[in-house]
């Protein structure tokens, strides 16, 4: 998917934003800078994985080059799980008695000429077997529709679409993608890494997945030794990305049995799934009291208690009462920090650019070349 959200386990707190990246560039831009500070690339088909006595992997048998060993192996073959599903036979813990969804049907839609300016935020929308993602770029618009092929055809899926989005979607090539939502036993296995997709993955309802991608780098940074790494580092890492991707996945199942969208088939079959035993306790206590930093998931996973009141509230699962101490606390502190936040708010979108004519601003300062030949005309 194209937005990644930008945190970090280093930083006293998270950014209270994401990015919008045009996927295709980004990888574009971290190829060129990876390969000009040192980074040998090898383009070639891997048909093979030779294995060591001892189970680990000896080298890559590639299609053009020959064997390529090295003395770490990153897995970065998304669902196929080439080299730690395949090769090292790693078992794969599936989601899917949790989280339903396992399609998703893509397309990329032009904007209109006359577009005035483009949304700062990514959407998501319900529909009767799923939901649909949009995430605003500058060129262009990235949608789709996640559902579950229990309820739906792929052919369904995308008539679906393409009739939600309306007359923009008619000339866009539809990208159908198979997701496997879950996660590997273990994401290190003797002298491979699995990172990304290959490594776990939740439906993208909380764009995560750029998020397990940074995190996994981070940790592989902080507890590789070399080939000397001790077992109980590696089973450390093991456990720090298992418990942050099932914690994610809890805060998943959260957005479909707080909903209280039941009027189809596949919206009925989310609120009569197994909900994991801590998470069941947590709604309970949620329906009494609003989340707070103690009643959360306690493992890293990207969300702070304030996500899961937000998400609790604009789903309508409102707790049956509030604390005791508020019926003896004066609301006018309070009540004088919301008129100042609209205040505020008011002020600055009467004097702040749009975000079309913010990026076309940057755009025009970084790059005026690129601007006038958009524009047709010539640089001078």
């Known amino acids: 998917m194209q937005?990644?959200?930008?945190?970090?386990?280093?930083?006293?707190?998270?950014?209270p934003y994401g990015y919008h990246f045009e996927a295709n560039l980004l990888a574009s831009f971290l190829k060129k800078y990876a390969t000009e500070i040192g980074v040998r690339c090898i383009?070639?088909?891997?048909?093979?994985?030779?294995?060591?006595?001892?189970?680990?992997?000896?080298?890559?048998?590639?299609?053009?080059?020959?064997?390529?060993?090295g003395s770490l192996y990153v897995d970065c073959t998304g669902f196929r799980g080439l080299l730690i599903n395949q090769a090292l036979q790693e078992p794969f813990v599936s989601f899917q008695d949790v989280l339903l969804n396992d399609r998703a049907v893509a397309l990329q839609v032009p904007y209109p000429a006359d577009r005035s300016d483009i949304e700062p935020f990514t959407s998501a929308t319900t529909l009767p077997s799923g939901?649909?993602?949009?995430?605003?770029?500058?060129?262009?618009?990235?949608?789709?529709?996640?559902?579950?092929?229990?309820?739906?055809?792929?052919?369904?899926?995308?008539?679906?679409?393409?009739?939600?989005?309306?007359?923009?979607?008619?000339?866009?090539?539809?990208n159908h993608i198979k997701m496997r939502i879950g996660r590997c036993r273990n994401s290190w296995v003797k002298n491979c890494v699995a990172i990304g997709l290959s490594s776990g993955f939740v439906e993208p309802l909380e764009s995560t997945g750029i998020f397990f991608?940074?995190?996994g780098i981070e940790e592989l940074l902080r507890h590789y030794a070399g080939v000397a790494t001790e077992p109980e580092v590696v089973a450390d890492y093991n456990r720090v990305m298992a418990d942050c991707i099932d914690a994610v996945r809890d805060f998943l199942v959260l957005h479909y049995r707080a909903s209280d969208r039941a009027d189809t088939p596949f919206w009925r079959a989310?609120?009569?799934?197994?909900?994991?035993?801590?998470?069941?306790?947590?709604?309970?206590?949620?329906?009494?009291?609003?989340?707070?930093?103690r009643s959360i998931n306690p493992c890293y996973h990207g969300f702070e208690f304030y996500s899961?009141?937000?998400?609790?509230?604009?789903?309508?699962?409102?707790?049956?009462?509030?604390?005791?101490?508020l019926r003896h606390a004066d609301?006018?502190?309070?009540?004088?920090?919301f008129q100042e936040v609209e205040h505020r708010t008011r002020e600055l979108v009467s004097r702040l650019p749009g975000h079309l004519e913010y990026l076309q601003h940057l755009r025009r300062t970084r790059n005026p070349s690129a601007m006038a030949e958009q524009s047709g005309e010539t640089a001078a």
Not at 52 to 60: A, M, Q, Y
């Open 213 to 215: 991608i940074q995190l």
């Open 131 to 174: 939901w649909v993602w949009n995430i605003p770029l500058y060129t262009r618009v990235g949608t789709g529709y996640v559902y579950c092929s229990q309820f739906i055809s792929s052919e369904q899926a995308e008539s679906a679409l393409r009739a939600h989005i309306g007359p923009r979607a008619r000339d866009c090539v539809a």
């Open 43 to 69: 383009e070639d088909d891997v048909d093979d994985v030779l294995l060591s006595i001892d189970g680990s992997i000896d080298c890559l048998r590639t299609r053009r080059n020959g064997a390529v060993k």
């Open 331 to 337: 609301a006018s502190a309070a009540l004088a920090v």
């Open 3 to 15: 937005r990644g959200a930008v945190q970090t386990t280093g930083a006293s707190s998270q950014y």
């Open 270 to 293: 989310t609120k009569e799934i197994p909900v994991p035993p801590s998470m069941d306790q947590r709604l309970q206590l949620w329906k009494k009291r609003l989340p707070n930093e």
């Open 308 to 325: 899961y009141s937000v998400m609790l509230l604009g789903l309508n699962y409102w707790p049956l009462c509030s604390l005791p101490t």
